[in-house]
């Protein structure tokens, strides 16, 4: 952690500050019309609150609102906040019986459960009690050290206007007020923790919720302590809602953000009871989705647990809902019409979704995958919920497949984790494709992400010995090359990335080993048998799954879905004839063909790489006036992301496109061409498609800034405009991208795009009438 402690620090940590913001210049923000702030800038709206009186909301404008995002992103990465803050914090972890998790609503109800008196304080008027002032303050003191101009204009682009609010209040809606607020608390934190600690309390804060509980009632007057809390509350600029204050003790029901602490975690009887009733009524008495629907709005009164119709859906025949308005006079919401098939899936997942908050709060605190067998401290009660819930995902599973609900298999994928679930519904765990153990490099992974700190340096050290297709999406993401952000590192180390080089170990299994079954039919006609298929396609995704592009993680994953479906539905023995197209296997068979036109190419056939991939890329970026193709050899047989080749062109040729416009050009003639080879089996170079220039050489307009005497090596500048960087992130799970040519400071460079790594080259002989411009290649490991 980088805490300026003495004037020296504060110079230096200020110079780091002012080159993470050195966007916020007055210069730039008045060319990109964001400087002075108005209320134009912002658009204010209300909503209503659960007691019937209005909360102000404001809509930032969309070049704000991304300045806004960058400052919450430095100062989240640069700052810590409070460890009793809860609300808002999107990497910190919270560690409670040794178990790791996310903080939010759950670890701040956690944090009170089986105590003897709860505590809870509302502070009023929140966000705007939270004015300029009080921010421009902050950001000059410890550990920020901003000048008076810097903190200025950083307070006046998180704060709102005097036009739309005379105390100048972080605007609720702007992506930056949550972090301000907890950057503000951060002290009033540390004053209630050490209160807490002093009286052998616990505390924690989540927003405007302030919590207190404590088993040591002796200790402790509840009376006396809330006037306590008042004081600190006063003292550091804010105002206590008394209408929300509430002791409550073990006797009566506790509720801590929504959730009651009693005895574990539980929601509230009435919200359980409704979401039971709910599913009931959808398994045993209405036949169609529609009619659940409309149930629900010829109800009597309609309060928070009864709503079970998402958001926005109103009442009518035909299937309608709200959405934001497009004008800025009124500010209501305008209607549009919706399709039945998406009102059907809409209404299906926020079912489930109330279903999955309701198994979080009974689950938590519990080890994941858990077995009640094995967890003998789950008390009775827990038990009890946690069962009560499984049954409630066993209900869902049955009227998804009695009203065809597209959502069966999200529950398949739960059973793995949920041992009873297994046998509510009869499920094999074998034919699961969610990969739950991860590999030991997996696992050593993660741990090194969790032991970072917020040195940047950490960070590049552990970039450079993280594997080298995390690299390739770690430099993607980074704004200033080798210098990167704890958020992208562990959101790639625990969702995963795409690796080529896994992906195509899948294709190679799709092409010629056993799950080439897929596309051909069976040696004796009677068709394949689909659980054989399954588990071979379990055992050869399952470890692969988080390094598939999204597009073939799709397209697999419906296969698994359809197989798993067809063997619910007909038993172990069914079997698939592709040729034999039935009602039972039709929706199976085109999950097959979908994900055989996402990746196979043929040889002298029309689904051809000239066909399926660079006539269509040159017909959507408009260049056919511009490109000539080479076709020789452009008909191989080959197994590849289709998708990723052909966009990932399509937008290197808008970007040529637009360059070419600088170009005096040969009109006798097209000033590129395209080239195809394919693999070689003896030097193992692997697939590229080459463009070239034609009849001169290939300017750019552009420093690299390289080190002098250089031959090779990583260039810190980024080079990539908004063409480019699409087209490295669609051909990341296919390979890299390069380009070469004369630069400003360096001719003769070739500089893979992907890699941000460049080498000198030859020149190229001044007779020779083409010269190499772009490279798409496929994956090669250093």
């Not at 500050?17 to 923000?29: A, N, V």
């Not at 180390?493 to 080089?501: F, I, L, M, Q, R």
């Given at each position: 952690?980088?805490?300026?402690?003495?004037?020296?620090?504060?110079?230096?940590?200020?110079?780091?500050?002012?080159?993470?913001?050195?966007?916020?210049?007055?210069?730039?923000?008045?060319?990109?019309?964001?400087?002075?702030?108005?209320?134009?800038?912002?658009?204010?709206?209300?909503?209503?609150?659960?007691?019937?009186?209005?909360?102000?909301?404001?809509?930032?404008?969309?070049?704000?609102?991304?300045?806004?995002?960058?400052?919450?992103?430095?100062?989240?990465?640069?700052?810590?906040?409070?460890?009793?803050?809860?609300?808002?914090?999107?990497?910190?972890?919270?560690?409670?019986?040794?178990?790791?998790?996310?903080?939010?609503?759950?670890?701040?109800?956690?944090?009170?459960?089986?105590?003897?008196?709860?505590?809870?304080?509302?502070?009023?008027?929140?966000?705007?009690?939270?004015?300029?002032?009080?921010?421009?303050?902050?950001?000059?003191?410890?550990?920020?050290?901003?000048?008076?101009?810097?903190?200025?204009?950083?307070?006046?682009?998180?704060?709102l206007p005097k036009g739309v609010d005379a105390n100048r209040g972080l605007p609720q809606g702007a992506p930056s007020s949550p972090l301000i607020s907890n950057l503000i608390c951060n002290k009033i934190d540390k004053q209630l923790g050490q209160?807490?600690?002093?009286?052998?309390?616990?505390?924690?804060?989540?927003?405007?919720?302030?919590?207190?509980?404590?088993?040591?009632?002796?200790?402790?007057?509840?009376?006396?302590?809330?006037?306590?809390?008042?004081?600190?509350?006063?003292?550091?600029?804010?105002?206590?809602?008394?209408?929300?204050?509430?002791?409550?003790?073990?006797?009566?029901?506790?509720?801590?953000?929504?959730?009651?602490?009693?005895?574990?975690?539980?929601?509230?009887?009435?919200?359980?009871?409704?979401?039971?009733?709910?599913?009931?009524?959808?398994?045993?008495?209405?036949?169609?989705?529609?009619?659940?629907?409309?149930?629900?709005?010829?109800?009597?009164?309609?309060?928070?647990?009864?709503?079970?119709?998402?958001?926005?859906?109103?009442?009518?025949?035909?299937?309608?809902?709200?959405?934001?308005?497009?004008?800025?006079?009124?500010?209501?919401?305008?209607?549009?019409?919706?399709?039945?098939?998406?009102?059907?899936?809409?209404?299906?997942?926020?079912?489930?979704?109330?279903?999955?908050?309701?198994?979080?709060?009974?689950?938590?605190?519990?080890?994941?995958?858990?077995?009640?067998?094995?967890?003998?401290?789950?008390?009775?009660?827990?038990?009890?919920?946690?069962?009560?819930?499984?049954?409630?995902?066993?209900?869902?599973?049955?009227?998804?497949?009695?009203?065809?609900?597209?959502?069966?298999?999200?529950?398949?994928?739960?059973?793995?984790?949920?041992?009873?679930?297994?046998?509510?519904?009869?499920?094999?765990?074998?034919?699961?494709?969610?990969?739950?153990?991860?590999?030991?490099?997996?696992?050593?992974?993660?741990?090194?992400?969790?032991?970072?700190?917020?040195?940047?340096?950490?960070?590049?050290?552990?970039?450079?010995?993280?594997?080298?297709?995390?690299?390739?999406?770690?430099?993607?993401?980074?704004?200033?090359?080798?210098?990167?952000?704890?958020?992208?590192?562990?959101?790639?180390?625990?969702?995963?990335?795409?690796?080529?080089?896994?992906?195509?170990?899948?294709?190679?299994?799709?092409?010629?080993?056993?799950?080439?079954?897929?596309?051909?039919?069976?040696?004796?006609?009677?068709?394949?048998?689909?659980?054989?298929?399954?588990?071979?396609?379990?055992?050869?995704?399952?470890?692969?799954?988080?390094?598939?592009?999204?597009?073939?993680?799709?397209?697999?994953?419906?296969?698994?879905?359809?197989?798993?479906?067809?063997?619910?539905?007909?038993?172990?023995?069914?079997?698939?004839?592709?040729?034999?197209?039935?009602?039972?296997?039709?929706?199976?068979?085109?999950?097959?063909?979908?994900?055989?036109?996402?990746?196979?190419?043929?040889?002298?056939?029309?689904?051809?790489?000239?066909?399926?991939?660079?006539?269509?890329?040159?017909?959507?970026?408009?260049?056919?006036?511009?490109?000539?193709?080479?076709?020789?050899?452009?008909?191989?047989?080959?197994?590849?992301?289709?998708?990723?080749?052909?966009?990932?062109?399509?937008?290197?040729?808008?970007?040529?496109?637009?360059?070419?416009?600088?170009?005096?050009?040969?009109?006798?003639?097209?000033?590129?061409?395209?080239?195809f080879k394919d693999a070689n089996p003896v030097t193992g170079e692997p697939v590229t498609l080459e463009i070239f220039k034609v009849g001169h050489d290939n300017p750019f307009g552009k420093n690299l800034n390289l080190p002098e005497n250089s031959?090779?090596?990583?260039?810190?500048?980024?080079?990539?405009?908004?063409?480019?960087?699409?087209?490295?992130?669609?051909?990341?799970?296919?390979?890299?991208?390069?380009?070469?040519?004369?630069?400003?400071?360096?001719?003769?460079?070739?500089?893979?795009?992907?890699?941000?790594?460049?080498?000198?080259?030859?020149?190229?002989?001044?007779?020779?009438?083409?010269?190499?411009?772009?490279?798409?290649?496929?994956?090669?490991?250093?």
């Amino acid at each position: 952690m980088l805490i300026a402690t003495n004037k020296r620090d504060s110079i230096k940590r200020y110079k780091l500050i002012k080159t993470s913001f050195q966007y916020l210049e007055l210069d730039d923000l008045k060319q990109k019309n964001l400087w002075p702030i108005t209320p134009k800038h912002y658009f204010k709206f209300q909503i209503s609150k659960k007691n019937g009186s209005k909360r102000d909301l404001v809509s930032v404008d969309s070049k704000l609102k991304s300045i806004q995002t960058s400052i919450k992103e430095e100062l989240e990465e640069k700052y810590p906040t409070s460890k009793f803050a809860h609300a808002f914090i999107s990497n910190n972890l919270d560690t409670l019986d040794d178990i790791v998790r996310p903080k939010g609503v759950i670890s701040n109800a956690l944090a009170h459960t089986n105590k003897k008196v709860v505590i809870s304080i509302d502070l009023k008027d929140f966000f705007p009690t939270i004015s300029f002032p009080r921010v421009l303050g902050m950001f000059k003191q410890q550990p920020y050290f901003f000048s008076n101009k810097q903190a200025s204009i950083l307070a006046s682009l998180v704060c709102l206007p005097k036009g739309v609010d005379a105390n100048r209040g972080l605007p609720q809606g702007a992506p930056s007020s949550p972090l301000i607020s907890n950057l503000i608390c951060n002290k009033i934190d540390k004053q209630l923790g050490q209160l807490a600690k002093k009286l052998d309390c616990i505390y924690t804060r989540y927003a405007d919720d302030i919590t207190f509980s404590t088993n040591n009632i002796n200790r402790v007057k509840p009376s006396a302590l809330v006037n306590e809390i008042r004081k600190h509350v006063v003292r550091n600029g804010f105002e206590v809602n008394e209408e929300k204050t509430k002791i409550m003790f073990s006797n009566q029901r506790q509720m801590v953000t929504g959730i009651v602490v009693n005895d574990g975690l539980n929601l509230h009887k009435r919200h359980v009871d409704a979401l039971r009733a709910t599913l009931y009524n959808l398994e045993f008495k209405y036949k169609t989705t529609s009619q659940g629907i409309k149930a629900f709005w010829k109800l009597g009164s309609l309060r928070s647990f009864d709503s079970l119709v998402p958001v926005g859906f109103i009442k009518g025949e035909t299937p309608i809902r709200f959405v934001k308005s497009a004008s800025k006079e009124d500010g209501k919401k305008r209607l549009i019409k919706t399709t039945g098939k998406y009102q059907v899936k809409t209404y299906a997942l926020h079912i489930l979704g109330r279903i999955l908050w309701y198994g979080q709060v009974v689950t938590t605190a519990i080890s994941d995958p858990y077995s009640l067998s094995k967890n003998s401290y789950i008390s009775p009660k827990q038990e009890r919920r946690i069962k009560k819930f499984e049954e409630m995902l066993a209900a869902y599973y049955r009227i998804a497949d009695k009203l065809n609900w597209p959502v069966k298999h999200i529950i398949l994928r739960l059973a793995n984790k949920y041992p009873h679930l297994q046998s509510l519904i009869h499920f094999d765990p074998r034919y699961t494709l969610k990969n739950i153990a991860l590999l030991v490099a997996e696992s050593d992974l993660i741990t090194k992400v969790n032991k970072l700190g917020k040195d940047n340096q950490e960070y590049l050290d552990f970039y450079k010995e993280s594997p080298e297709t995390f690299q390739r999406h770690l430099l993607l993401r980074s704004r200033f090359k080798q210098s990167f952000k704890i958020h992208d590192i562990r959101t790639l180390a625990e969702n995963g990335w795409v690796d080529p080089k896994l992906q195509n170990e899948l294709f190679e299994e799709l092409n010629t080993r056993k799950l080439a079954d897929l596309f051909h039919k069976s040696d004796d006609g009677k068709g394949h048998k689909v659980e054989e298929i399954l588990l071979e396609l379990v055992k050869v995704v399952a470890p692969k799954l988080r390094y598939l592009s999204s597009n073939v993680r799709t397209k697999v994953l419906q296969v698994h879905k359809e197989f798993v479906g067809l063997i619910g539905a007909e038993g172990k023995d069914v079997k698939l004839d592709l040729e034999i197209e039935t009602d039972l296997t039709k929706s199976a068979i085109q999950a097959i063909r979908d994900l055989k036109n996402a990746t196979r190419l043929y040889e002298h056939n029309n689904d051809t790489f000239y066909s399926r991939i660079v006539l269509p890329s040159i017909n959507d970026s408009d260049t056919t006036k511009l490109v000539d193709i080479n076709t020789s050899g452009m008909a191989p047989r080959l197994i590849t992301e289709i998708g990723a080749w052909k966009k990932a062109l399509t937008k290197v040729l808008q970007s040529i496109k637009e360059s070419a416009s600088k170009v005096n050009l040969d009109s006798k003639q097209k000033p590129f061409k395209i080239k195809f080879k394919d693999a070689n089996p003896v030097t193992g170079e692997p697939v590229t498609l080459e463009i070239f220039k034609v009849g001169h050489d290939n300017p750019f307009g552009k420093n690299l800034n390289l080190p002098e005497n250089s031959s090779s090596g990583f260039i810190q500048k980024n080079l990539l405009g908004r063409d480019l960087t699409n087209a490295i992130e669609q051909f990341l799970p296919v390979g890299d991208i390069y380009v070469q040519g004369n630069f400003k400071d360096v001719d003769n460079a070739k500089i893979n795009l992907t890699r941000h790594k460049f080498e000198r080259i030859e020149e190229m002989s001044k007779d020779n009438k083409e010269s190499l411009f772009f490279v798409l290649k496929e994956y090669q490991s250093k």
